[in-house]
């Protein structure tokens, strides 16, 4: 296989998961995850003028990545809200004396 091969495409992954393939339904696959990092790491260091050539003359694929990481935010906020339920649970129960050791 060579590197114009799709399979070495990230925007191969991201078709999936815009079709309903996403890491909550199938697991999450590293390599997967990986490519996506690097993919928003990489919109991230484009100017506005290259992403708005990109929306331009692929705008189907623009959206898939707005799909893409929409989802993954959406996965971030719910762990967010998971630890942050987990450690407000945790602060408001108890006596002083366990939190007051805690901290020490």
């Not at 993954?72 to 366990?98: F, H, M, N, P």
């Amino acid at each position: 296989m060579d590197s114009t091969s799709p399979t070495h495409d990230p925007r191969t992954a991201l078709h999936s998961r815009a079709h309903g393939c996403t890491t909550s339904s199938i697991g999450a696959d590293p390599i997967e995850e990986m490519q996506l990092a690097r993919l928003a790491s990489t919109v991230l260091s484009k100017s506005l003028a290259d992403i708005d050539a990109l929306s331009e003359a692929n705008p189907h694929l623009v959206w898939e990545w707005i799909q893409a990481f929409a989802v993954k935010k959406r996965e971030a906020d719910a762990a967010a809200q998971l630890w942050s339920s987990a450690i407000a649970c945790l602060a408001t129960s108890g006596t002083r004396q366990v939190r007051r050791t805690a901290a020490e």
